[in-house]
């Protein structure tokens, strides 16, 4: 079994910055990526960032330049820093990650931007 425990949403004003936390446990030694994405209010699920097994780094076009996601393989964790918020960054952030097949997901953690 995998699990997933993120942490580190909040309120921010806007041009404030926050960064998540996901803790990833279990049977993980074979993952391919793992990744960060949101849901707004109203709005379907969308992709934030994935970082890969070999290191390498993809962005949504939406959060390119003020996100950053990286990987503490030590502790299993992956992080997303968030800069520059905007009031449409705000959803409930949800972390991800495939092992095999199947894509495993956090329970997820609000982010509100607003003043």
């Known amino acids: 079994q995998v699990q997933l425990v993120e942490s580190g949403g909040g309120l921010v004003q806007p041009g404030g910055s926050l960064r998540l936390s996901c803790a990833a446990s279990?049977?993980?030694?074979?993952?391919?990526?793992m990744g960060w994405y949101r849901q707004a209010p109203g709005k379907e699920r969308e992709w934030v960032a994935h970082?890969?097994?070999?290191?390498?780094?993809d962005y949504a076009e939406y959060v390119k330049g003020r996100f950053t996601i990286s990987r503490d393989n030590g502790k299993n964790t992956v992080y997303l820093q968030m800069n520059s918020l905007k009031a449409e960054d705000t959803a409930v952030y949800f972390c991800?990650?495939?092992?095999?097949?199947?894509?495993?997901w956090g329970q997820g953690t609000q982010v509100t931007v607003s003043s």
């Open positions: 991800s990650i495939l092992v095999g097949p199947v894509d495993y």
């Open positions: 279990g049977s993980i030694f074979t993952f391919a990526r």
């Open positions: 970082i890969f097994r070999s290191g390498s780094i």
